[in-house]
Structures are given as C-alpha cells and as structure tokens.
C-alpha cells in the first residue's frame, strides 16, 4: 500500500502563503515572465504523436501520417515544491 498525496495539501497552502508574502501585485504584474502560481492541473485526455518527424531525404513527415495515440493523464501537481519534513494531514471520510 502506498501513501498517495498525503503532503499536497499542505505543499500548496505552503506556496500560496509564501507568494502572497513575498511579492505583491504590482510586482507579479510587472514581471516580465511571470511563473505560474502552484496549482492541480486536472485530469484529462492528451494525444501524443509518436515516429519520425522527417523522411530518409530528410522531408518533413506530416503529423497525419505519424501514429496518434491518446493517454489519460492523471491530476499533476505544477510548480509545487514537495518537502519531506511537511506534516501529513489526513481527513477522515464519512461513511453513509
């Protein structure tokens, strides 16, 4: 059995917090490349071209001709820095 997103919580609470004090509005506004702030990307459905992308004559293959296959990907954590020290906070499930 593994223990599955026991810290995430904590992680992103932990970054918000961590923005909100460290740079203000007009700074983040002001940025010329602005990173994007720690977030759950949700699950979904991505297609992934997979082959050459250029013949023996070095010609371009076009994208329809190169296999398409679609994969589900689960939730990803983005820009979230994960520290082993972090408490683990477990809530528990009301059973009906």
């Not at 979904?44 to 398409?68: C, Q, T, Y």
Request: charged share 30%.
């Amino acid at each position: 059995m593994w223990d599955v997103g026991v810290r995430i919580g904590t992680a992103l609470k932990q970054a918000y917090l961590s923005e909100s004090k460290s740079t203000t509005t007009e700074e983040r506004l002001s940025s010329s490349h602005k990173p994007h702030r720690p977030h759950i990307r949700k699950a979904h459905w991505h297609g992934f071209r997979s082959g050459k992308m250029k013949d023996e004559n070095g010609n371009l293959i076009p994208a329809d001709k190169r296999k398409f296959e679609l994969k589900w990907l689960p939730p990803i954590a983005v820009n979230v820095e994960y520290d082993i020290e972090l408490p683990v906070v477990i809530h528990k499930a009301k059973v009906h």
